[in-house]
């Protein structure tokens, strides 16, 4: 008996992100497509200026404007459409439905209030409680999180606190209203090791607990492998691999996807006395004029690239599996 697959909680359509630069849109997010299910744990990875944040910030109705806006496209959360929603109904939405923690707590959070306060802002706006019941549910989140002695910690002010906590005090504000998913962006970039293990041990422990979608954005390799269902790897604002993530880690199949895997450091039991230089993907990602152009952006900084690279981008070619690419060395015909 076949069975009817489950609708995603999040599904998102030809999404193209625009900033005027010099009197013309730049797309610096184009035609991207991807969906969320319950629970599942998607990695957004790719160098920084690949589009990974602004695909974020669109998804919670933060992308500046001016200069940029959401050109085209659709992102559904559920059965609602948000691209088209009012700003009343989308800061109705972020915080309850879609919240996120950003990359760097210290300038996230606001100095001059407590971190009990920021936590109760949230659940009192969305959940409507009495100052007290809010306090009371920051005391609760900050326990959850793993911050020792909350009743005294919800007094604190972010300085007072660790890196760690502070990160810890983010996550609590974005959970506190128990979302269907959660945007953890680079959440660990600032954190020592030991830190970041705890840090990804709290969000198996809470989205196994809450059943939450998690939305990771990474640049760390290691991080997509242990944590993540799914990847997308995005460069130059596309989308140009996705599939589950072991697949991804073993055998990486578009060029830029390979190059960041080969970027990683082994380690070796014997290693040689002249060890092998760390590969490295030569060039840069380009600026955000250069994205409106046609073919493939990752041509110039691709030691396989064919003329037919820096004319057109691309199919998608999909296969068994789930997974997808984007590169004319998979499409039919292209060996």
Known sequence: MSMTPTPPLLSVRDLTVAFRVRGEDAPVVRDLSFDLHEGETLGIVGESGCGKSMTALALMGLVPNPPGRIASGSI???????????????????????????QEPMTSLNPVFTVGEQIAETARAHLG?????????????????????????????????????????????????????????EPTTALDVTVQAQIFDLFRELQDRMNTAVILITHDIGVVAEMTDRVMVMYA???????????????????????????????????????????????L???????????????????????????????????????????????????
């Open 76 to 102: 559904r959360l559920g059965d609602e459409e948000l691209v088209a929603a009012a700003e009343a109904r989308l800061r109705r939405v972020r915080g309850a439905r879609i919240s996120m923690v950003f």
């Open 237 to 283: 604002g596309r989308k140009v691999e996705e599939g589950p993530a072991a697949d991804f880690v073993a055998a990486p199949r578009h060029p830029y996807a390979r190059g960041l895997v080969n970027c990683v450091p082994r380690l070796v039991a014997d290693p040689p006395d002249v060890p092998e230089p760390l590969f490295e993907i030569p060039g």
């Open 285 to 335: 990602v380009p600026g955000a004029e250069a994205l409106a152009r046609p073919g493939c952006a990752f041509a110039p900084r691709c030691p396989r690239a064919m003329p037919v690279c820096g004319r057109e981008f691309p199919p998608v070619t999909a296969s068994p599996g789930g997974r997808s690419v984007a590169c004319w060395l998979d499409a039919e015909g292209a060996r």
């Open 129 to 185: 409680l009495s100052a007290r019941e809010a306090r009371d549910r920051a005391v609760e989140m900050l326990r959850l999180v793993g911050i020792p002695a909350p009743e005294r910690r919800v007094g604190d002010y972010p300085h007072q606190l660790s890196g760690g906590m502070r990160q810890r005090v983010m996550i609590a504000i974005a959970l506190v209203c128990e979302p269907q998913v959660l945007i953890a962006d």
